[in-house]
């Protein structure tokens, strides 16, 4: 990237004090609120680790001045493009970022690349502190052959796509199949299995994208394979994302008996969390269900089912060359037990009909930038306890801090974890307040000498509330733009 | 800060006594958005009418360690009576009582965890994620406040460890 801005904003601060020991959670605001000078945050990407992050800065900082920055013109990261349409109640977080960005010492710059637009070096140069809350875009790959064939999609394009991510709006995948595969046995996995069987009088009350309702309900698709290389000991699903499969109207569970016997005496002891998850699975597969249940069950048009132990080897073309026709797949057996045992190939193989892959193995984090140490092995921000090695000033936190893993309300915690430490280093002096700093002043010149034109959040409540109106005339809470262009234009940019 | 519940999946039994009253009052409506003051302004407005309502008092240990005193109206949920009171709980009731993200996990002494309402299956689901789980967890915003737990004291976990994390721990790297 040729990108020398030529900008002197900043000056080099006096030599920096190691930071002494922690004050008390609740002793800053107090402390600070006797200082004149004010410290310029900002925070990189407006998911729910950038705005919890921001959310307890402001809290117990107050003269905090935090700006939250945004690659796409749209806030709230996954919560928009990642959490199921049938979940809105999930998305209610969305009213607390809302109060946060409206704090008069809150600001949000949608549209804005941090790495391309603005690099984090300029950030650090504009803000006494910088948190890289970006998340994890990318997604892990299975590295098999014929991956890449058409009818294989990961897990992570097909939400962006029934989400309106507008990267993944021409994805148009292919469901012409009966037969799907959904290679992992976490949550996105349950997910993409339930948008794809939910009848779809209950899709069409979602915020789904019509394009992607239209295209479901069209498909021909029967059944979906939910594929785990580990056995029914080692989902990474949760329960309460189970249960809401078993009772998915118009579906019935496949469950071989087999892969569950004697496991209910196994689990007597595990932690609570492992045990009724297992519960549920040896109940749904072994007992027989009650009378309305049975009665769903034998009504059902389409079905949903586990399979344990399968790693997958190759996606085999079809005659063509150019589309899957099945998968092949290596049968493993356990080494060791409990969650941290292994899958090792027993020799066997097996193969598998099906034109739709759907592979959910997980997302990936990718290094913003060559000046921030990634650890590429962990696919993280190196980082203590949100602190970037080696780097000042540099914060990390949610997804892109601990991997690709916890839910909203893991997020949190380890946003708030984050927060706290740069609260540390302000009290201790780590990160001086005399260098004084310019925060968006600066970068806005930047911004402009580079033709970007930041989306602001009252620019984005205008997109929302055409939104809303959109979706209120078809019975939806939303119809999301999906296209960028049209976003802002409707802003008038 | 948490907003009141809107669309919560209170427990059927936990029907606020405002909700039933025959004058309209805020309480029962969705103060979304409308931030703290109307939250007490809405108290205010309760307390006015409602002078015959149970007051019960509440207390919330903090993460900190610190004790906040709470007065509550029969009926409220543990959730609503921090919204409404305005406790400074970081973090609280993410999902705004629908059932959704367990930050309303509160932990209780083991007799008045007994004398609690049974507890429901969705409601252990979702608790099966909170942070630092105890034998006598419940989550805020299923448990709603009675006559007889007056005095009652509740504890915010601390533990900063999360279950979901623990079952992450072994897992197999590709
Ligand atoms: C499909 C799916 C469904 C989920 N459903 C649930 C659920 O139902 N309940 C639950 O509790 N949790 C759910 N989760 C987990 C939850 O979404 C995560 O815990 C959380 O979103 C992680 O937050 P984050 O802020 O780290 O990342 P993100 O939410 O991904 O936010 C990162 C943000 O940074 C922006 N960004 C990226 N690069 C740049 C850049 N260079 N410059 C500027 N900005 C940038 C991105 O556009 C994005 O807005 C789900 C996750 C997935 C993948
Ligand atoms: N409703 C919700 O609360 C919700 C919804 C969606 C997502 N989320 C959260 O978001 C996070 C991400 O979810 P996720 O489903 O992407 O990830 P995940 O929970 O880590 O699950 C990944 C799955 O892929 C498997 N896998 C990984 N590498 C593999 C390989 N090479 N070959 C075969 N299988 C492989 C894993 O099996 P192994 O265990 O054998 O590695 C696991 O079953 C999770 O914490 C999840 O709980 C929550
Ligand atoms: S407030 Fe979310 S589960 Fe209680």
Known sequence: MAMSSGRVCWKWGSPLRRPRPAAGWRGFSRLHSTAALAPQICVVGSGPAGFYTAQHLLKHHKLAQVDIYEKLPVPFGLVRFGVAPDHPEVKNVINTFTQTAHSNRCAYYGNVTVGKDVLVKELKQAYHAVVLSYGAEDNRVLGIPGENLSGVYSARAFVGWYNGLPENRDLKPDLNSETAVVLGQ???????????????????????????????????????WLVGRRGPLQVAFTIKELREMINLPGTRPLLDPADFTGLGDVVKDVPRPRRRLTELMVKSALEKPGEKEAARWASATKEWGLKFQRSPLEVLPAAD?????????????????????????????????????????????????????????????????????????????????????????????????????????LQSGLLNLSDSKEGFECVRSILHSRGVQPVTFSDWEKIDAAEVARGRLVGKPREKIVDFQEMLQLIGH | RPHSPSNSKRPANCLSLSEESPIPCPHAGCMRGTGVAMAQLAVT?????????????????????????????????????????????????????????????????????????PITDEELDMLDLAYGLTDTSRLGCQVCVKKAMDGLTVRVPTEVADIRRELEVGKQSK
């Open chain 1, 186 to 224: 976490g949550n996105v996995a349950l997910d993409v299995a339930r948008v794809l069987l939910s009848p779809l009088d209950m899709l069409r009350k979602t915020d789904i994208t019509e394009g992607s309702l239209a295209a479901i309900a069209g498909s021909k698709l029967k059944r979906v």
């Open chain 1, 321 to 425: 060359g150019k589309r899957a026709r099945g998968i092949r797949m290596a049968i493993t057996s356990l080494e060791g037990s409990g969650e941290s045992a292994r899958a090792v190939p027993t020799g066997e193989v097996e193969e598998f009909e099906c034109g739709l892959i759907l592979s959910s193995i997980g997302y990936r984090s990718r290094p913003i930038d060559s000046s921030v140490p990634f650890d590429s092995k962990l696919g993280i921000i190196s980082n203590s306890v949100g602190r970037v090695q080696g780097a000042t000033g540099l914060y990390c936190s949610g997804w892109v801090k601990r991997g690709p893993t916890g839910v909203i309300v893991t997020t949190m915690n380890d946003s708030f974890d984050t927060a706290q430490s740069v609260l540390e280093d």
């Open chain 2, 45 to 117: 407005f309760c307390n006015f009418f409602d002078s015959s309502v149970d007051r019960v008092t509440v207390h919330f240990i903090n993460k900190d360690g610190e004790k906040l005193t709470a007065t509550a109206k029969e009926g409220e949920s543990l959730l609503e009576v921090v919204v409404n009171q305005n406790l400074d709980i970081d973090g609280f009731g993410a999902c705004e009582g629908t059932l959704a993200c367990s930050t309303c996990h509160l932990i209780f002494e083991k007799d008045a965890f007994r004398k609690l309402d």
